[in-house]
């Protein structure tokens, strides 16, 4: 069977038969077949992918403009509060002046002078806080 050179056996060669040859065929057959199913797999993978990130962005979306909506009516009735309490503080000083009062309107002004003064130094405080951050 294995005959010997130098002492090194040599490998036994089949005959390369047609059933051989018609297995092999086959085998190559089912391989192509598999990369074949595997290439759909991956691409199908890519579009269920590609939808969840699509969906995402539209969750992400639809969020944002919530959040927006909550910010724009808060900074809606934040200004509606200081109308009203201008609004009311202009009515006092308009009857304060009717009855003749102009010291309590003295008296009020210096009050909202020195919270909108406050206010104000208050504010550019944080920005400069926030600038050195």
Known sequence: MNEQKNGIAKPHQSALTEETVQRYIALQEQKITLDIKQADLALRE???????????????????????????TMH???LNFVAGITF???IFALIALWMGKDSIILD????????????????IWRNQKIDKE
């Open 88 to 90: 009311a503080v202009l």
């Open 46 to 72: 890519l579009d269920h992918n590609q939808k969840i990130a699509d969906k995402s962005i539209e969750a992400q979306a639809a969020d944002r403009k919530d959040e927006r909506d909550v910010l724009k």
């Open 108 to 123: 009020i002004l210096k009050i909202v002078m020195g919270f909108v003064g406050g206010w104000g130094a208050s504010t």
């Open 76 to 78: 809606k009735h934040r």
